[in-house]
């Protein structure tokens, strides 16, 4: 990667140095997403989100009517949460097990939650499992009951992903940063502070240059390509 001609001064091979890095950053993501086989590992980051969302809609106790518990619902989201499914797909079960568990006894709790009238959606709670028609102003509170659910889950999940891809960024970079340091003192007779210093700035540039190494990589050689051709 370095190239020291007859005048001493070392030229730097830019672009392997800088897919090198972004390698670094690839190798670091993966062993980031290794520790998912460790009880979820940084899967189980942002699920507070979705969990704080759900709560807000069915009780911690349900009552008898409901088709399952708090407990139930939270675990089967986990699942679909830790398991990778795409988001479009967990916001539609998620919004599906909530509705399932509307009835007299929480609808006040969800009305509350998405500002609905209470007392049409308690209405709206007995009808739908027996069939009954629902009046207009039932059917209007129905529907605004379904679009507010999906938002407020939309947010939830959003903020969750957020929150997810965030730390898992930031805890690549100290395994990048490990890694680097494992490779220096591996490969050098001896590990001096220059060393160190340039192993470190590697894997703390390893996560950020990751996805665009090899775009930024070509993009030098052009450039080099274009100053040698103006020297000439």
Known sequence: MF?????GI???????????????????????????????????????????????????SSGGGS??????VLATLRANWLNGMALADQKSIAKALIKLNLNEDSAGKMAATTGVNANVLKDVARKLPIGTKLEQ??????????????????Q???????????????LAVPVAVGLALLGAWAISTNFTTSEILRAIAGG?????????????????????????????
Do not use: H, M
Not at 137 to 154: K, P
């Open 10 to 60: 070392c030229q730097l091979d830019l672009p392997r140095i800088v897919l090198a890095i972004g390698a670094l950053g690839t190798a670091a993501y993966g062993v980031v997403d290794a520790s998912k086989g460790f009880w979820g590992g940084i899967s189980n980051r942002g699920f507070g989100d979705i969990k704080a969302v759900v709560s807000q809609f069915i009780p911690a």
């Open 137 to 154: 102003n039932e059917t209007d509170a129905y529907g605004r009951f379904d679009l507010l659910l999906s938002a407020v889950l939309d």
């Open 156 to 170: 939830g999940y959003q903020r969750g992903d957020q929150r997810y891809r965030n730390s898992a960024k930031l």
């Open 204 to 232: 703390l540039l390893a996560t950020p240059l990751a996805p665009v190494a090899k775009d930024l990589a070509s993009a030098i050689q052009e450039g080099t390509k274009l100053a040698q051709a103006w020297k000439k």
């Open 67 to 72: 088709a399952l518990s708090l407990t139930s």
């Open 3 to 7: 190239e020291c001609p007859a005048s």
